[in-house]
């Protein structure tokens, strides 16, 4: 079965940092890219970041404080983040892409990771 399990959250203070694990299984790790989402309450889901075996991609509201990388031979995914401000609150969730790399969204998502970014 596919599984993906974000962790790493918690409570930390603006200004601080974070890195936040994706451990994935189930599927050829390399061969999908995987994403990182959050979502704020009240608001939607927003993508963060999206990582294959050989290219990387940030949405545009990340202004370069989100890092995601990979190691193939944990099949993991980290997204890390610095200057954490309180608007960071959220749960943070991977998930694995349909088809590997571009379009066709994302099938399997794992349970979240809640950040609480204390002013």
């Known amino acids: 079965d596919v599984q993906l399990q974000a962790s790493g959250g918690g409570l930390v203070q603006a200004g601080g940092s974070l890195r936040l694990s994706c451990a994935t299984a189930g599927f050829t790790f390399d061969d999908y890219a995987i994403a990182w989402f959050r979502q704020a309450p009240g608001k939607e889901r927003e993508e963060l970041a999206c990582a294959s075996s050989s290219d990387t991609t940030y949405s545009n509201s990340v202004e370069g404080r989100f890092t995601t990388s990979r190691d193939s031979a944990k099949n993991a995914v980290y997204l890390e983040i610095d200057s954490l401000k309180p608007e960071d609150t959220a749960v943070y969730f991977c998930?694995?892409?349909?088809?590997?790399w571009g379009p066709g969204g994302y099938d399997y998502w794992g349970q979240g990771t809640q950040v609480t970014v204390s002013s």
């Open positions: 998930t694995k892409h349909l088809t590997g």
